[in-house]
């Protein structure tokens, strides 16, 4: 079965960096695109980033650009977050989520990791 | 950037009764919406894409509609187990993403 599992949360000051990964398994990783979403404590969904199947193109929101990147290692089957520059308002749980249709042009999301919490506090 | 607008943001229902939940786009985006739900302390689950083609699994309870820059998400018999958080979320501008802000259906 499908499995995203996401760690590398935790708490650092404003202005550090961390790196979130998402261990992915059940499923060829090398086909699909894959996304981080954040939910800030008791807020909606935010898109974060997205990175094309191969590696080939990758696309962020406003909010993170020019701080955060995403990466994956097809050969390790594992989706990454540099966070870099972290704000306040950076805080959140942040989920892996796997786009529905392989190689597709559409994203939407039918399978998501359990999330891991950033906290961002001196 | 396309934005997802919900309404309303919350609801009180009961079981059995016809929930319905709105969701508006800022510009037209062609049936390309998803609906998400999400229980406290846990990740989302998609129930539906293309705006009206139910993901395998989900119950036919669940059902939506809508066209251009309007879309609903319809529960026709509300369960016990659907007390939730619902979001929209639109992908015709993808990789670009936006959901909406979120519908909580509590208990009346």
């Known amino acids: 079965q499908v499995q995203l599992v996401e760690s590398g949360g935790g708490v650092v000051q404003p202005g550090g960096s961390l790196r979130l990964s998402c261990a992915a398994s059940?499923?060829?990783?090398?086909?699909?695109?894959m996304h981080w979403v954040r939910q800030a404590p008791g807020k909606g969904l935010e898109w974060v980033a997205f990175?094309?199947?191969?590696?080939?193109?990758?696309y962020y929101a406003d909010s993170v650009k020019g701080r955060f990147t995403i990466s994956r290692d097809n050969s390790k089957n594992t989706l990454y977050l540099q966070m870099n520059s972290l704000r306040a308002e950076d805080t959140a749980v942040y989920y892996c989520?796997?786009?529905?249709?392989?190689?597709?042009?559409?994203?939407?999301?039918?399978?998501w990791g359990q999330g891991t919490l950033v906290t961002v506090s001196s | 950037d396309i934005q997802m607008t919900q309404s309303p943001s919350s609801l009180s229902a009961s079981v059995g009764d016809r929930v319905t939940i709105t969701c508006r786009a800022s510009?037209?985006?062609?049936?390309?919406l998803a609906w998400y739900q999400q229980k406290p302390g846990k990740a989302p689950k998609l129930l539906l894409y293309?705006?009206?083609r139910l993901e395998s699994g989900v119950p036919s309870r669940f059902s939506g509609s809508g066209s251009g820059t309007d879309y609903t998400l319809t529960i026709s018999s509300l369960q016990p187990e659907d007390f939730a958080t619902y979001y929209c979320?639109?992908?015709?501008?993808?990789?670009?993403?936006?959901f909406g802000g979120g519908t909580k259906v509590e208990i009346k």
């Open positions: 989520a796997k786009d529905r249709v392989d190689r597709g042009y559409d994203s939407y999301f039918d399978y």
């Open positions: 059940g499923f060829t990783f090398s086909s699909y695109g």
């Open positions: 990175i094309r199947y191969d590696g080939s193109n990758k």
């Open positions: 510009q037209g985006i062609s049936n390309s």
């Open positions: 293309a705006a009206s």
């Open positions: 979320q639109q992908y015709y501008s993808t990789p670009l993403l936006t």
